[in-house]
């Protein structure tokens, strides 16, 4: 596992249970007593949290920082996957739909090389590339300002394009969910284009593993009422899918390998 990778673990442990001991590092990472200090001292530098004897205390317990793209799509890879072939049985010939720039909706790109007559909208330049090897596919890539680290076009060149269209769905990604509070991602500008895509579609779908709920990342996107469905594994918890189901969502569990018995 790499230092960002390990770090990013960290953080999303603490941004669940605010603290964490040396030992219960060691024993999830699998790593030395001397790797954790080294990364407790890395993000205890950057801010997110103080060490104290024995572990650390998260600093920021409610909101969660953006690790990079290459960490994101590492990180609880099978779940994305089975959250993804659930996502394209959705997609059918003839639809005109939206792949919003996550990790987890890149992994349905991916899935939808034998469909005929998608338009496939997107503010993903990865996803472009991806679809571009499709003939039968109409790919549109709207405009914007490229975020480097997340791979992501946003700013008003994106708002303006993402007013002008309607699509039939649209498969996005957030930070963080949480029944009450609502859906929320880790920067102004995502959450932004965010809403704008929430507004362009009939169907407005969340892919969303399980690290995912109970979080409220920095940015507010909106509450769990503005989706139609949220498609998620099977590691997500009873209660958080009844929440939803209550606030009229509809909810897809993907069971993935690793949990089943």
């Known amino acids: 596992m790499l230092a960002e990778e390990r770090r990013f673990r960290i953080s999303e442990l603490l941004s669940r249970q605010r603290t964490v001991s040396a030992s219960e590092l060691i024993e999830i990472l699998g790593v030395t007593a001397a790797t954790v200090r080294r990364d407790l001292a890395d993000l205890e530098r950057k801010g997110l949290l103080v ?5 650390a205390v998260s600093k920021s317990p409610t909101t969660n920082f953006q690790p990079s793209y290459e960490t994101l799509g590492r990180t609880n890879r099978e779940e994305k996957q089975v959250i993804a072939v659930e996502a394209a049985k959705m997609i059918f010939d003839g639809d005109t739909i939206f792949l919003e720039g996550s990790t987890t909706v890149s992994e349905v790109a991916l899935r939808l090389q034998h469909r005929n007559r998608l338009t496939v909208v997107t503010n993903s330049p990865l996803i472009l590339c991806q679809l571009q090897r499709y003939p039968e596919i109409n790919v549109m890539c709207i405009g914007g300002d490229l975020q480097r680290d997340v791979f992501y076009l946003s700013g008003v060149w994106a708002q303006r394009s993402l007013s002008e269209i309607r699509v039939d769905k649209a498969f996005l990604g957030v930070s963080g969910i949480d029944p009450a509070y609502g859906m929320s991602t880790a920067s102004h500008a995502e959450a932004t284009i965010k809403k704008a895509i929430i507004k362009s579609a009939r169907m407005r779908i969340a892919l969303v593993d399980h ?29 958080d899918l009844q929440a939803l189901k209550d606030l009229g969502v509809q909810v897809i569990v993907a069971e993935a390998k690793s949990a089943r018995k």
């Open 51 to 55: 060490r104290s004897h024995g572990g």
């Open 211 to 239: 690290s995912k709920f109970g979080k409220q990342g920095f940015a507010f996107v909106g509450p769990v009422t503005d989706l139609t469905t949220l498609i998620t594994d099977s590691g997500t918890s009873p209660a």
